[in-house]
Nanobody, 121 residues
Framework: QVQLVESGGGLVQAGGSLRLSCAAS????????MGWYRQAPGKQRDLVAA???????NYADSVKGRFTISRDNAGNTVYLQMNSLKPEDKAVYYC???????????????WGQGIQVTVSS
């Protein structure tokens, strides 16, 4: 029904940059908030950044000033520009979207498969 496809992960040296993309497709009426979460081995899944349909953003303190979340004009694709990457940024990054499907009354969370980001020192 709804699919989130992530791309842009990989291996980068400390201080480098990566850009993650997440595109939502399917039977979608609208999408409210979209965001990125990350999870390292042995750790909980934590919010990295989120953006509402109106463009309001929130960031984890650990990434403020380094990461930027954005959204395309249609509202179905979210990006995460990651600069000045640190080894502690290494994790699997997951895309999340609050989607209102045509058959739904209220938004429901959908998740991508996750994409690996590795930062070497």
């Amino acid at each position: 029904q709804v699919q989130l496809v992530e791309s842009g992960g990989g291996l980068v040296q400390a201080g480098g940059s990566l850009r993650l993309s997440c595109a939502a497709s399917g039977s979608i009426f609208s999408i409210d908030t979209m965001g990125w979460y990350r999870q390292a081995p042995g750790k909980q899944r934590d919010l990295v950044a989120a953006i509402t349909s109106g463009g309001s953003t929130n960031y984890a303190d650990s990434v403020k000033g380094r990461f930027t979340i954005s959204r395309d004009n249609a509202g179905n694709t979210v990006y995460l520009q990651m600069n000045s990457l640190k080894p502690e940024d290494k994790a699997v990054y997951y895309c999340d979207a609050a989607v209102v499907a045509y058959s739904d009354y209220a938004p429901e969370d959908y998740w991508g498969q996750g994409i690996q980001v590795t930062v070497s020192s």
